[in-house]
Every structure is written in structure tokens, then in C-alpha cells.
């Protein structure tokens, strides 16, 4: 898990409201995001939400379809954030760490 996620993951509104939200829209899917408040985890005043792609974790048989929903789960982020007014977002490289096991060059291109 990557370092930012580790530190996401000790903060107890982030991990209800993903709970939350899953209970009440189900599961998502690979290439997908959901969006929840920025919990307080993150001290930025200027960060309102946090978004939770979801994304492949990378196998060199499916290589192709792995990189192909990393590209989905940017550009879900990108149109859901322009859904919801938002002027920027700040998007980690996803997938790139020992859990999602995805290359560091192949993340970055995605």
C-alpha cells in the first residue's frame, strides 16, 4: 500500500464514508471512482473531496487490459471531478506500489 494510503487508511471518517458509500451503491467496479468528503486526514483548506479510484492491480498476462483500466480510472476521476464543478485535482500514481504491483513506467503512461 502506497504511503499515502497507509495514512488514509488510519483515518476513520475516510474508511465510514467509503463503507457508507458502498453499502448504499454497492461495490465498484475496476476503472471506476467514487467520490467522499476529504475526511481529516488531509489538513489542506483547500481540498473538499477525496476520490477513491479504483484500480487494476497489474498483471504482465492481462498487460494491456491492466494499463487500459488505469486509463479509465484517471479519466473517470478527471470527468467526475469536472461533473462536479471542480476547477483542479490532484491525482496520485496510482496502482504503482508492491499491493497493485504496476510498474512505475507503465503507471506513469497511463
Not at 467514487?34 to 477525496?50: A, H, L
Not at 491492466?66 to 467526475?80: A, D, N, P
Not at 496502482?95 to 507503465?106: E, I, M
Amino acid at each position: 500500500m502506497g504511503k499515502y494510503a497507509k495514512l488514509c487508511s488510519k483515518d476513520k471518517e475516510i474508511i465510514n464514508n467509503s463503507k457508507a458509500w458502498v453499502k448504499r451503491f454497492g461495490e465498484v467496479e475496476t476503472g471506476q471512482c467514487i467520490v467522499t468528503n476529504k475526511g481529516k486526514i488531509i489538513k489542506n483548506d483547500g481540498c473538499y473531496f477525496m476520490f477513491h479510484a479504483i484500480a487494476p492491480v497489474y498483471s504482465d498476462i492481462t498487460k494491456d487490459s491492466c494499463i487500459m483500466l488505469l486509463k479509465q480510472s484517471v479519466v473517470t476521476c478527471l470527468e467526475t471531478a469536472q461533473t462536479l464543478g471542480l476547477d483542479s485535482i490532484s491525482l496520485p500514481l496510482f496502482s504503482h506500489d508492491d499491493d497493485f504491483g504496476f510498474p512505475t513506467k507503465h503507471a506513469i503512461e497511463a
